[in-house]
Structure formats: structure tokens, C-alpha cells
């Protein structure tokens, strides 16, 4: 069973920082795109940042040169770091991830984490 577990969310000021991780655990093949979505109350899940397996990132146009996405390919880990946070951050931050499983070695899977709170308030 593969599942991805978020830690890092919290009450942050503005301005402040957070960072947000993320872990790939279970019978794990290989792991291709990873990457941070958020979802405000009341509104759709956008994508954050995503690095592929390559290393080469993408951003929210909302939150380039403020957030950087790194992964490490030997722990199975991606990261968010988060700095110069604004209101306008609070959401739900989830994990995503395409991974093949032993399992199921042929073909990738989307995988969701099960989300951890950003909130940045004053």
C-alpha cells in the first residue's frame, strides 16, 4: 500500500514562513512527478508547485519567487517552502504524487496525501 503523509502546516503571520513535507512510504517501484495543490474554502484545487523527476519545478503564477518545491529522490520526500506568506495562502495544502507501486510496476498512479492546514493570519 502506498500513501503519502503531509507535515509542516500551521497559524503562520503574514510575512512569515512555513514548510511543508511531504513522505512517500509502502512498496514504492519508482515515484515520476511530485508535487503541492492547495484548496481554499469555497473554492477549486489549483496546483501549487510541482517538480517532475528530472528536478525541473513549475509554479502558480501566484506564488513565484515566495515558494520553492525541492524533492529528495533517495528519501521520497518533496517539500514546500513557504516564505512571505499572505492571507490570501490560507488553504488546505495536499501532496501529490504519480508513483508506481511493486505491485503494479507497469504504470504510474496518482496519489493523494491526506492534506495539512495552512493558515496565515494576524
Known amino acids: 500500500q502506498v500513501q503519502l503523509v503531509e507535515s509542516g502546516g500551521g497559524l503562520v503571520q503574514p510575512g512569515g514562513s512555513l514548510r511543508l513535507s511531504c513522505v512517500a512510504s509502502?512498496?514504492?517501484?519508482?515515484?515520476?512527478?511530485m508535487g503541492w495543490y492547495r484548496q481554499a474554502p469555497g473554492k477549486e484545487r489549483e496546483l501549487v508547485a510541482g517538480i517532475t523527476g528530472g528536478g525541473s519545478t513549475n509554479y502558480a503564477d501566484s506564488v513565484k519567487g515566495r515558494f520553492t518545491v525541492s524533492r529528495d529522490m533517495v528519501q521520497n520526500t518533496v517539500s514546500l517552502q513557504m516564505n512571505s506568506l499572505k492571507f490570501e495562502d490560507t488553504a488546505v495544502y495536499y501532496c501529490n504524487a504519480d508513483i508506481r507501486s511493486l505491485a503494479s510496476s507497469s504504470r504510474y498512479y496518482n496519489y493523494w496525501g491526506q492534506g495539512t492546514q495552512v493558515t496565515v493570519s494576524s
Open positions: 509502502g512498496r514504492i517501484f519508482s515515484i515520476n512527478a
